[in-house]
Structures are given as C-alpha cells and as structure tokens.
C-alpha cells in the first residue's frame, strides 16, 4: 500500500507544477542595465599594446561585475516568485 500513496504524492507534486505554470505567471521587463553592452576598449595605432591590453581587461572587468549583477538579481527574483507568484521585481542596485 506504501506505493499507492507515493503515486499519489507524486501526481499531487506534478499536479500543483502543472497548475502554477498554467497560471501564467507574468515576469517584469528585464532591467535596462542589464541589456546594456559593454564595448571593447577603443583602439588607438599610437597606444602602446600593454595600454590597450589594460584598458581590454578593464572593460571585461565591468562586464563580468555587471554580469555578476544581473545574475544576482535574477537569482533574487525567481526566489521572491517561489514565495508569492505576483511578488514585484526586486530593485537594482546600479554600481
């Protein structure tokens, strides 16, 4: 009889799964800043390569803290939708 109620466990399980995805629920708009591009460094003929080389690792520097970022707050969101299907999108916190 233990088998029974595991079937029943599981079907209750993918039941309430099936029941919050068929309630639609509706994501905010990505934040602006995390659709932002981070441009290469410019390139100048007269730098020396080491500066340019710099300046490259400094913009992949910021689009790492950015990415880091972005993920943060969607890490945040999806745990507040876990809670309350209509929570409201966390704020950003912009460096």
């Known amino acids: 009889m233990t ?3 595991t079937i ?15 309630a ?7 934040p602006d800043y995390c659709r ?3 441009d290469h460094a410019l390139l100048n003929k007269t730098d020396d390569v080491r ?5 490259e690792r400094q913009r992949l520097s910021k689009a790492n803290a950015k990415l880091v970022l972005c993920a943060q707050y ?10 309350n ?4 999108a966390p704020s ?4």
Not at 92 to 95: A, G
């Open 24 to 30: 639609g629920v509706q994501l905010a708009p990505w």
């Open 92 to 95: 950003i916190s912009l460096p």
């Open 74 to 83: 969607y890490d945040k969101y999806a745990e507040l939708l876990s809670v």
């Open 85 to 88: 299907q209509n929570a409201k």
């Open 8 to 22: 029943k466990a599981r079907l209750e399980q993918a039941g309430a799964q099936k029941g919050r995805a068929a």
């Open 51 to 55: 500066v340019l080389l710099r300046r």
């Open 3 to 5: 088998g029974c109620g």
């Open 36 to 38: 932002e591009i981070v």
